[in-house]
T-cell receptor, first 110, second 117 residues
Framework: GENVEQHPSTLSVQEGDSAVIKCTYSDSASNYFPWYKQELGKRPQLIIDIRSNVGEKKDQRIAVTLNKTAKHFSLHITETQPEDSAVYFCAAITSNQFYFGTGTSLTVIP | GAVVSQHPSWVICKSGTSVKIECRSL??????MFWYRQFPKQSLMLMATSNEGSKATYEQGVEKDKFLINHASLTLSTLTVTSAHPEDSSFYIC?????????????FGNGTRLTVT
């Protein structure tokens, strides 16, 4: 089956700096890669996603890049704000099943 | 957008009792729903895939007799934790997707905080 690894597990940045979270996957059949943000005690919410026919996607301060050859994808948050503090999960979809990364706890220091 | 409603949001029960958690897709039909368990500061752990009109598919290590799943309609799946014990205390979350989950984002319920005393 698929194996999704996510790094780092914790990340602290100063407000205004950029944050990058990386995920790798093992199944070359995976072709959909969403990112979820989960605030403490709340549901994960989709923040951005990318499909395998695209190398990069951007939505305001958030961007995702995908390298299918190397089987890794990354989340980039620019100009971080305190409200960006949360746990972020990547996921890879293959064979009609979602495989989640282990999560990254992001703290933005004001 | 697609809304998934989960109820209750929190429940406290005594050891040995059973607890039912409901997951509803409010504005779309969900052939497939997913149930997860999440421990503090950890990732979502898929417990089972709930299929409308058929038996659920359980992940390895998940006791199907303990975590009963019923997906009786296209908008409702239930998870029943039977004979709950303190180690079952956790955050349970359901999710569903519009259309085929192969290329559609998941929409999550608000989760249920279960505490077994």
């Amino acid at each position: 089956g698929e194996n999704v690894e996510q790094h780092p597990s914790t990340l602290s940045v100063q407000e205004g700096d950029s944050a990058v979270i990386k995920c790798t996957y093992s199944d070359s059949a995976s072709n959909y890669f969403p990112w979820y943000k989960q605030e403490l005690g709340k549901r994960p919410q989709l923040i951005i996603d990318i499909r395998s026919n695209v190398g990069e996607k951007k939505d305001q301060r958030i961007a995702v890049t995908l390298n299918k050859t190397a089987k890794h994808f990354s989340l980039h948050i620019t100009e971080t704000q305190p409200e960006d503090s949360a746990v972020y999960f990547c996921a890879a979809i293959t064979s009609n099943q979602f495989y989640f990364g282990t999560g990254t706890s992001l703290t933005v220091i004001p | 957008g697609a809304v998934v409603s989960q109820h209750p949001s929190w429940v406290i029960c005594k050891s040995g009792t059973s607890v039912k958690i409901e997951c509803r897709s409010l504005d779309f039909q969900a052939t497939t729903m997913f149930w997860y368990r999440q421990f503090p500061k950890q990732s979502l752990m898929l417990m089972a895939t709930s299929n409308e009109g058929s038996k659920a598919t359980y992940e390895q290590g998940v006791e199907k007799d303990k975590f009963l799943i019923n997906h009786a309609s296209l908008t409702l799946s239930t998870l029943t934790v039977t004979s709950a014990h303190p180690e079952d205390s956790s955050f349970y979350i359901c999710s569903a997707s519009v259309g085929s989950s192969y290329n559609s984002p998941l929409h999550f319920g608000n989760g249920t905080r279960l505490t077994v005393t």
